[in-house]
Protein backbone atom coordinates (compact mmCIF):
# COMPACT_ATOMS: atom_id res chain seq x y z
CA UNK A 1 0.00 0.00 0.00
CA UNK A 2 1.33 3.36 -0.69
CA UNK A 3 1.08 6.34 1.95
CA UNK A 4 2.27 9.43 -0.31
CA UNK A 5 -0.89 11.74 0.74
CA UNK A 6 -0.06 10.40 4.19
CA UNK A 7 2.05 12.92 6.56
CA UNK A 8 2.23 10.86 9.43
CA UNK A 9 5.01 8.95 10.70
CA UNK A 10 4.52 5.22 9.97
CA UNK A 11 6.73 2.37 11.16
CA UNK A 12 7.01 -1.42 11.34
CA UNK A 13 7.28 -4.52 13.59
CA UNK A 14 8.98 -7.90 12.61
CA UNK A 15 7.94 -10.45 15.33
CA UNK A 16 8.00 -13.53 13.39
CA UNK A 17 8.90 -14.93 9.95
CA UNK A 18 9.97 -17.85 7.61
CA UNK A 19 11.93 -18.59 4.65
CA UNK A 20 13.06 -21.78 4.27
CA UNK A 21 9.77 -23.95 4.18
CA UNK A 22 7.70 -21.07 4.01
CA UNK A 23 7.31 -17.86 2.62
CA UNK A 24 5.52 -15.79 5.76
CA UNK A 25 6.49 -12.76 7.08
CA UNK A 26 4.15 -11.37 10.41
CA UNK A 27 4.45 -7.80 9.95
CA UNK A 28 2.48 -5.03 12.12
CA UNK A 29 2.38 -1.80 10.48
CA UNK A 30 1.73 1.11 13.29
CA UNK A 31 1.58 4.95 13.04
CA UNK A 32 2.34 8.26 15.21
CA UNK A 33 0.11 10.85 14.45
CA UNK A 34 -0.39 14.15 14.93
CA UNK A 35 -4.24 15.45 15.74
CA UNK A 36 -4.77 16.92 12.49
CA UNK A 37 -3.93 13.86 10.95
CA UNK A 38 -6.48 11.60 13.28
CA UNK A 39 -9.27 11.48 10.43
CA UNK A 40 -7.28 11.08 7.88
CA UNK A 41 -5.20 8.28 9.64
CA UNK A 42 -8.90 6.29 10.68
CA UNK A 43 -9.60 6.56 7.05
CA UNK A 44 -6.43 4.78 5.84
CA UNK A 45 -7.26 1.32 8.02
CA UNK A 46 -5.86 2.18 11.02
CA UNK A 47 -7.41 2.69 14.70
CA UNK A 48 -6.29 4.46 17.64
CA UNK A 49 -4.33 2.17 20.56
CA UNK A 50 -4.03 5.65 22.68
CA UNK A 51 -0.20 5.42 22.39
CA UNK A 52 -0.04 4.51 18.89
CA UNK A 53 -2.58 3.94 15.57
CA UNK A 54 -2.31 0.55 14.10
CA UNK A 55 -3.27 -0.92 10.32
CA UNK A 56 -6.05 -3.61 10.41
CA UNK A 57 -8.88 -4.51 8.15
CA UNK A 58 -10.98 -2.16 9.89
CA UNK A 59 -14.66 -1.81 9.33
CA UNK A 60 -17.02 1.49 8.99
CA UNK A 61 -20.64 2.37 8.16
CA UNK A 62 -21.74 5.14 5.96
CA UNK A 63 -24.13 7.04 8.27
CA UNK A 64 -26.39 8.24 5.15
CA UNK A 65 -26.71 4.90 3.66
CA UNK A 66 -27.57 3.56 7.16
CA UNK A 67 -30.65 5.95 7.55
CA UNK A 68 -31.88 5.38 4.71
CA UNK A 69 -31.90 1.63 4.76
CA UNK A 70 -32.02 0.14 8.67
CA UNK A 71 -36.00 -0.67 9.17
CA UNK A 72 -37.45 1.77 12.24
CA UNK A 73 -36.05 -0.11 15.60
CA UNK A 74 -38.81 -0.22 18.07
CA UNK A 75 -37.45 0.00 21.39
CA UNK A 76 -38.52 -2.03 24.69
CA UNK A 77 -40.41 -0.13 27.33
CA UNK A 78 -38.52 0.27 30.38
CA UNK A 79 -35.00 1.33 28.77
CA UNK A 80 -33.61 4.93 29.02
CA UNK A 81 -30.48 6.36 27.62
CA UNK A 82 -27.89 8.69 29.23
CA UNK A 83 -24.75 10.34 27.23
CA UNK A 84 -21.49 10.85 29.90
CA UNK A 85 -18.26 12.96 29.01
CA UNK A 86 -15.44 10.97 28.83
CA UNK A 87 -13.57 13.00 31.57
CA UNK A 88 -16.52 11.64 34.09
CA UNK A 89 -16.90 8.35 32.76
CA UNK A 90 -13.12 7.78 33.61
CA UNK A 91 -14.38 8.93 37.37
CA UNK A 92 -16.56 6.11 37.21
CA UNK A 93 -14.89 3.21 35.52
CA UNK A 94 -16.10 0.94 38.63
CA UNK A 95 -19.27 1.21 37.10
CA UNK A 96 -18.80 0.24 33.60
CA UNK A 97 -16.13 -2.59 34.12
CA UNK A 98 -18.42 -5.52 35.69
CA UNK A 99 -20.46 -4.73 32.96
CA UNK A 100 -17.53 -5.35 30.49
CA UNK A 101 -16.39 -7.85 32.51
CA UNK A 102 -19.83 -9.73 31.85
CA UNK A 103 -19.43 -8.84 28.35
CA UNK A 104 -16.64 -10.48 27.61
CA UNK A 105 -17.81 -13.60 29.82
CA UNK A 106 -20.93 -14.03 27.31
CA UNK A 107 -18.68 -14.28 24.29
CA UNK A 108 -15.92 -15.89 25.41
CA UNK A 109 -13.33 -13.44 24.75
CA UNK A 110 -10.28 -13.57 26.27
CA UNK A 111 -8.78 -10.47 26.12
CA UNK A 112 -9.79 -6.72 28.20
CA UNK A 113 -7.79 -4.96 25.64
CA UNK A 114 -8.50 -2.22 24.68
CA UNK A 115 -10.53 -1.12 27.36
CA UNK A 116 -8.13 -1.81 29.97
CA UNK A 117 -5.09 0.43 28.19
CA UNK A 118 -7.40 2.95 27.34
CA UNK A 119 -7.73 6.22 29.03
CA UNK A 120 -10.89 7.96 28.47
CA UNK A 121 -10.79 11.94 27.27
CA UNK A 122 -12.71 14.68 28.38
CA UNK A 123 -13.63 14.97 24.36
CA UNK A 124 -15.42 11.38 24.14
CA UNK A 125 -18.74 10.14 24.76
CA UNK A 126 -20.13 7.01 26.58
CA UNK A 127 -23.48 6.24 25.71
CA UNK A 128 -25.21 4.37 29.09
CA UNK A 129 -28.37 2.27 28.64
CA UNK A 130 -30.22 1.89 31.45
CA UNK A 131 -32.91 -0.83 31.98
CA UNK A 132 -35.52 0.11 34.61
CA UNK A 133 -32.80 2.45 35.90
CA UNK A 134 -30.18 0.19 36.35
CA UNK A 135 -26.76 0.25 34.30
CA UNK A 136 -26.83 -2.48 31.86
CA UNK A 137 -24.90 -1.27 28.60
CA UNK A 138 -22.66 1.32 27.37
CA UNK A 139 -20.57 1.89 24.08
CA UNK A 140 -17.58 4.54 23.83
CA UNK A 141 -17.44 7.49 20.50
CA UNK A 142 -14.08 8.93 20.10
CA UNK A 143 -14.87 11.76 17.25
CA UNK A 144 -12.43 12.79 14.42
CA UNK A 145 -13.52 15.48 12.49
CA UNK A 146 -16.91 14.25 10.57
CA UNK A 147 -15.94 10.67 11.64
CA UNK A 148 -17.07 8.29 14.69
CA UNK A 149 -14.97 5.43 16.00
CA UNK A 150 -17.62 3.80 18.01
CA UNK A 151 -14.75 1.30 19.57
CA UNK A 152 -16.21 -0.80 22.61
CA UNK A 153 -19.50 -1.65 23.61
CA UNK A 154 -20.38 -4.04 26.27
CA UNK A 155 -23.95 -5.19 27.93
CA UNK A 156 -24.26 -7.87 30.57
CA UNK A 157 -27.35 -9.45 28.85
CA UNK A 158 -28.79 -10.13 31.84
CA UNK A 159 -32.33 -8.97 29.79
CA UNK A 160 -31.37 -10.41 25.90
CA UNK A 161 -35.10 -9.62 24.57
CA UNK A 162 -34.10 -5.71 25.00
CA UNK A 163 -31.48 -6.29 22.11
CA UNK A 164 -29.46 -3.48 22.96
CA UNK A 165 -26.48 -4.41 20.84
CA UNK A 166 -29.19 -3.19 17.55
CA UNK A 167 -30.61 -0.76 20.15
CA UNK A 168 -27.46 1.02 20.62
CA UNK A 169 -25.83 1.41 17.17
CA UNK A 170 -29.57 2.50 15.46
CA UNK A 171 -29.72 5.29 18.47
CA UNK A 172 -26.00 6.55 18.08
CA UNK A 173 -25.94 6.04 14.36
CA UNK A 174 -28.98 8.36 14.37
CA UNK A 175 -27.38 10.61 16.69
CA UNK A 176 -24.94 10.52 14.69
CA UNK A 177 -26.65 11.65 11.15
CA UNK A 178 -28.26 14.96 13.06
CA UNK A 179 -25.22 16.33 13.89
CA UNK A 180 -23.67 15.59 10.12
CA UNK A 181 -21.03 12.90 10.76
CA UNK A 182 -20.54 10.85 7.84
CA UNK A 183 -18.67 8.04 8.91
CA UNK A 184 -19.33 5.65 11.96
CA UNK A 185 -16.06 3.45 12.55
CA UNK A 186 -16.69 -0.33 14.06
CA UNK A 187 -13.03 -1.61 14.56
CA UNK A 188 -11.45 -4.22 12.95
CA UNK A 189 -13.46 -7.10 11.20
CA UNK A 190 -11.77 -10.24 12.24
CA UNK A 191 -13.03 -13.84 13.24
CA UNK A 192 -17.08 -15.21 13.86
CA UNK A 193 -17.46 -12.23 16.19
CA UNK A 194 -16.92 -9.18 13.31
CA UNK A 195 -18.87 -11.28 10.84
CA UNK A 196 -22.50 -9.60 11.82
CA UNK A 197 -20.56 -6.18 10.59
CA UNK A 198 -21.40 -7.05 7.34
CA UNK A 199 -25.34 -7.05 7.42
CA UNK A 200 -25.52 -3.37 9.05
CA UNK A 201 -27.25 -1.56 5.62
CA UNK A 202 -23.49 0.74 4.82
CA UNK A 203 -21.10 -1.57 5.58
CA UNK A 204 -17.43 -1.11 4.21
CA UNK A 205 -14.16 -2.73 5.04
CA UNK A 206 -10.44 -1.94 4.43
CA UNK A 207 -8.79 -4.19 2.40
CA UNK A 208 -5.54 -2.55 3.20
CA UNK A 209 -5.30 -0.79 -0.05
CA UNK A 210 -8.84 0.60 0.23
CA UNK A 211 -12.49 0.55 1.06
CA UNK A 212 -14.68 -2.67 -0.15
CA UNK A 213 -18.71 -2.76 -0.24
CA UNK A 214 -17.85 -6.65 -1.22
CA UNK A 215 -19.81 -8.75 1.71
CA UNK A 216 -18.41 -11.69 -0.01
CA UNK A 217 -15.08 -11.00 0.03
CA UNK A 218 -15.06 -9.60 3.05
CA UNK A 219 -16.83 -13.16 4.34
CA UNK A 220 -14.16 -14.91 2.74
CA UNK A 221 -11.53 -13.61 5.03
CA UNK A 222 -13.58 -14.14 8.17
CA UNK A 223 -13.94 -17.93 7.04
CA UNK A 224 -10.19 -17.73 6.62
CA UNK A 225 -10.02 -16.21 9.81
CA UNK A 226 -11.07 -19.08 11.65
CA UNK A 227 -9.75 -21.73 9.19
CA UNK A 228 -6.19 -20.78 10.00
CA UNK A 229 -4.95 -23.20 12.82
CA UNK A 230 -0.60 -23.44 11.21
CA UNK A 231 1.33 -22.27 8.93
CA UNK A 232 0.61 -24.11 5.89
CA UNK A 233 -3.56 -23.24 6.57
CA UNK A 234 -2.11 -19.39 6.59
CA UNK A 235 0.05 -20.11 3.53
CA UNK A 236 -2.58 -21.71 1.82
CA UNK A 237 -5.14 -19.23 2.68
CA UNK A 238 -2.89 -16.34 1.89
CA UNK A 239 -2.31 -17.93 -1.38
CA UNK A 240 -5.68 -18.70 -2.20
CA UNK A 241 -7.28 -15.16 -1.37
CA UNK A 242 -4.69 -12.91 -2.79
CA UNK A 243 -2.73 -15.18 -5.39
CA UNK A 244 -6.04 -15.03 -7.80
CA UNK A 245 -5.92 -11.17 -7.72
CA UNK A 246 -2.89 -9.46 -6.22
CA UNK A 247 -3.20 -5.67 -5.76
CA UNK A 248 -2.60 -3.26 -8.56
Not at 140 to 162: C, M, R, T, V
Amino acid sequence: MCYNDVAMKIWFEHPYGRLDKYDIQLVKVYAHVEPEEEELALSQGFIDLDDKWQQMRTTRINIAEYVKHQPKYKQRKGVTVEKWKGSFAQKHLALLEPIYDQYLAHNNFKSRFPFNNYSLKDSEVVWCYYYEDELCAWSIWSKYGKSIDNWQFAWDYKQPNLHLGKFSMYNEIHEAHKKQYKWYYLGGGYDNSCKWKATIPGFEWWTGKEWSKDIGEYEMHIRADNFVEDLEDLESVYSSIYGLHKPN
